[in-house]
């Protein structure tokens, strides 16, 4: 079984719906991290989260909103979906503990086509 | 502004050879670097790390070495396999400038092809 778990894989909405992407760990780990990736443009942070009361703002933050429900879920909602949102989102998580340097863990992805 | 940079896109190069993969960053404040792996339709894969205090990391046929005065790293893969195609992720984690954000700041990558 995955550590890392996304629902849903793969999703198709309309402009100025409001959706939400989910994620699971079953690693144990503290932080948690969303990501989305363009073509041509690597892997930026959105939202990352050190524990359930910890929530900060990632470098491309405005429009999204986050929630962490528990230690092992993180959820990522689109409040009024919008075209240039289409993107693959990734959640990552990381134990500080590992190895006393900080690798994160990737979970499958979320191909999202804002329509 | 782009502080971590992989300037090939791609890469191609046979099988048994050598594969470099580069990377440069312009924040100092980067203190530990990761090299990750991604195929097709799956989310990327920690592959091989490296602290600001080192110059050289090895994992099996995985090397990563850094230069932190020219803020340059390399990833070494030697012999190159053809499992080894795949998108290669250069990342760095620190203070950004601006400060703020603790998650992991990524290049764009590199798509290596390992021909027979």
């Known amino acids: 079984d995955a550590d890392v778990t996304q629902t849903p894989r793969n999703r198709i909405t309309k402009t100025g719906k409001r959706i939400m992407l989910e994620c699971s760990q079953t690693?144990?780990?503290?932080?948690m991290y969303w990501y989305r990736q363009d073509p041509g443009l690597g892997l930026r942070l959105i939202y990352y989260?050190?524990?359930?009361?910890?929530?900060n703002k990632g470098e491309i933050s405005d429009g999204y909103s986050v929630s962490r429900q528990a230690q092992a879920k993180f959820s990522l909602s689109l409040e009024s979906a919008i075209p240039n949102q289409t993107a693959l989102y990734f959640c990552?998580?990381?134990?500080?503990?590992?190895?006393?340097?900080?690798?994160?863990?990737f979970g499958p992805g979320t191909r999202l086509l804002v329509l | 502004d782009q502080q971590v940079k992989q300037n090939s896109p791609s890469l191609s190069v046979q099988e048994g050879r050598i594969s470099i993969l580069n990377c440069d960053y312009t924040n100092s404040m980067f203190d530990y670097f990761l090299w990750y792996k991604k195929y097709p339709a799956e989310g990327p894969t920690f592959l091989i790390s490296i602290s600001s205090i080192k110059d050289k990391n090895e994992d099996g046929r995985f090397t990563v070495f850094l230069n932190k005065s020219a803020k340059h790293l390399s990833l070494h893969i030697v012999p190159s396999q053809p499992g080894d195609s795949a998108v290669y992720f250069c990342?760095?984690?620190?203070?950004?400038?601006?400060?703020?954000?603790?998650?992991?700041?990524f290049g764009k990558g590199t798509h290596l092809i390992i021909q027979p």
């Open positions: 690693k144990g780990h503290d932080r």
């Open positions: 989260s050190f524990d359930v009361k910890d929530i």
């Open positions: 990342a760095a984690r620190g203070e950004r400038s601006g400060g703020g954000a603790d998650g992991l700041t």
């Open positions: 990552a998580t990381s134990d500080l503990r590992d190895r006393g340097l900080e690798t994160q863990y």
